[in-house]
C-alpha cells in the first residue's frame, strides 16, 4: 500500500535559524510529491511539488525540498524561518491512475519562537 | 477568479439532521474532491469527481453522499449527521495532468466548512 510518514508531528526552531520537515513514502511506483501548507483556520496552499523532473525542487517562501528516491524521502527545508512560517504542513503523495487522489501524512505543526 | 468556495463556513447539526455543503469553483476544473481533516489524521479523501454527471468513492465514504449535477458544483450530503462526522470538510478541484501516467497537476483548495454534531 502507499503511504505518508511525517516524521515529527511537532518542530520548534527559533526565528532565522534552519527548518527541516521529514517526510518518507511508501509507494511501488514512481509517485508526485507534494508539500502543502495549513495556516491556522485557513484552507491549503501548495508549496512546491515534485513530478519526476528535477530532484530538488524549490517553492515559494523560500521553502525547497529534495527527492531521494534511495531514501523514499522528500524532505521539507528552509535555511532560516520567519514568524509567518508558523503553521502545519502536509506531505503528500499522489499516483499513477488514481484520478488524481492524495494520500495525507499526518501532518507537521512548525512553531516559530522569536 | 474566486477559485474554490465552500458554503456555509460553519454550522452546528443535532444528531439526525441532515445537510448538504456546497463546493464552487470557477476554474472550469474538471475534477473535484471532498476531503474531511480530523486531528493528528491529516486530509482523508470523501468522495471525489473526475468530471460532470461522475462521482466515485474515496478512502472514507460511509455515511455521505455527493453529487455533480454541474460542472463547477460539487455537493456533499449527511442525511443522517452522526457526531463522528465532526470535522472540518475540505473541496479541492484540479484539471487532469499527467506526466508519465502521474497526476502533476496542483489541487486548489477551499477555505473549509467547520461542522459539529451534538
Known amino acids: 500500500a502507499q503511504s505518508v510518514t511525517q516524521l515529527d508531528s511537532h518542530v520548534s526552531v527559533s526565528e532565522g535559524t534552519p527548518v527541516l520537515l521529514r517526510c518518507n513514502y511508501s509507494?511501488?511506483?514512481?509517485?508526485?510529491l507534494f508539500w502543502y501548507v495549513q495556516h491556522p483556520n485557513k484552507g491549503l496552499q501548495l508549496l512546491l511539488k515534485?513530478?519526476?523532473?528535477?530532484?530538488l525542487v524549490k517553492g515559494i517562501n523560500g521553502f525547497e525540498a529534495e527527492f531521494k528516491k534511495s531514501e523514499t524521502s522528500f524532505h521539507l527545508t528552509k535555511p532560516s524561518a520567519h514568524m509567518s512560517d508558523a503553521a502545519e504542513y502536509f506531505c503528500?503523495?499522489?499516483?499513477?491512475?488514481?484520478?488524481?487522489?492524495?494520500?495525507f501524512g499526518q501532518g507537521t505543526e512548525l512553531s516559530v519562537k522569536p | 477568479n474566486a477559485g474554490v468556495t465552500q458554503t456555509p463556513k460553519f454550522r452546528v447539526l443535532k444528531t439526525g439532521q441532515s445537510m448538504t455543503l456546497l463546493c464552487a469553483q470557477d476554474m472550469n476544473h474538471e475534477y473535484m474532491y471532498w476531503y474531511r481533516q480530523d486531528p493528528g489524521m491529516g486530509l482523508r479523501l470523501i468522495h471525489y469527481?473526475?468530471?460532470?454527471?461522475?462521482?466515485a468513492k474515496g478512502e472514507v465514504p460511509d455515511g455521505y453522499n455527493v453529487s455533480r449535477l454541474k460542472k463547477q458544483n460539487f455537493l456533499l450530503g449527511l442525511e443522517s449527521a452522526a457526531p463522528s462526522q465532526t470535522s472540518v470538510y475540505f473541496c479541492?478541484?484540479?484539471?487532469?495532468?499527467?506526466?508519465?501516467?502521474?497526476?502533476?497537476?496542483?489541487?486548489?483548495f477551499g477555505p473549509g466548512t467547520r461542522l459539529t454534531v451534538l
Open positions: 509507494s511501488s511506483y514512481s509517485p508526485s
Open positions: 503528500v503523495v499522489t499516483l499513477p491512475g488514481w484520478g488524481g487522489k492524495l494520500i
Open positions: 479541492a478541484s484540479r484539471t487532469p495532468g499527467t506526466s508519465g501516467g502521474t497526476s502533476t497537476d496542483t489541487q486548489y
Open positions: 515534485y513530478t519526476s523532473a528535477a530532484t
Open positions: 469527481s473526475v468530471g460532470e454527471g461522475t462521482t
